[in-house]
């Protein structure tokens, strides 16, 4: 006899910083969070648990297509994504009709409190529910449509990632000191990032509306670092997008060398 719909579970795959963000706001939400960590079987845990009302992806990004590629078919409908650098690209390749995606603007690191720069746009099937996850721990969210809407909003994100992250590899300092004083090459590093974005999505994108994007998240955490850990491995992988997409991007070849 089939499990019962569990319309209070949700499943959390993932317990870094981000996903235990979300975990708390699961379950002040009024769910019961089911976790899944790194070599719990997806399908042993599936079977216990076959219709939950919400599966969050929360695992790293070098992770995420082994992710989904091995999700169990009974959840898949139930998908819920919060990656960075992520698009359309992603979710298709692996057959995901309609997931749930959202564009995280708060940032968690270990041993402090969430931190919001704008209100995090959702889009899907599970956007209610995560606004109301989110909401419920004080950090703002918004639902937007899919389609053209979240695309934008998935693109915003990457353009402040990408441009703070690489540029910052030569300018180091904070969000604002970058716009102040090395406008002019954050516009280079930004105009090649949308470059490849464009040549990803198959989109032309609004340029000045992206920017303008990234500036209100600047104006949301001024004092934020350009820079992390993470900057030189994004820097790689934007130099692989511009390969495979035939981009010269010299500003960031530069940068690489």
Known sequence: ???????????????????????????????????????DDLFTVAHAHPEPALVLVAVAENDLHTVLAAMPGAWRPRVALIQ???????????????PTVISVWFEKKKGTDAKPLIASPVA?????????????????????????????????????ILTTNIAGLKTGGTVSQLWAQHEGFARQVANEVMDIQDA???????????????????????????TGRSAPARLAR??????????AVPTLRALAT
């Open 200 to 226: 990803l999505t198959g989109v032309r994108h609004d340029r000045e509306k992206l920017i303008a994007g990234m500036l209100e998240a600047f104006d949301g955490d001024p004092e934020h670092g350009c």
């Open 124 to 160: 899907g099937p599970g956007a209610a529910l995560l606004c109301r996850a989110l909401t419920s721990i004080d950090l703002p969210c918004r639902e937007v449509a899919a389609g053209d809407e979240l695309l934008f909003e998935l693109v915003r994100k990457n353009v402040y």
């Open 84 to 98: 960075n650098e992520l698009l359309p690209r992603d979710w298709e390749h692996y057959r995901y009709a309609d």
């Open 1 to 39: 006899m089939r499990a019962p719909k569990a319309i209070n579970e949700a499943i959390v795959i993932g317990l870094g910083q981000l996903g235990r963000v979300f975990a708390g706001g699961l379950l002040r939400s009024g769910h019961t969070v089911i976790p899944v960590n790194r070599g």
């Open 238 to 247: 934007a130099l692989t997008h511009a390969d495979a997409c035939g981009l």
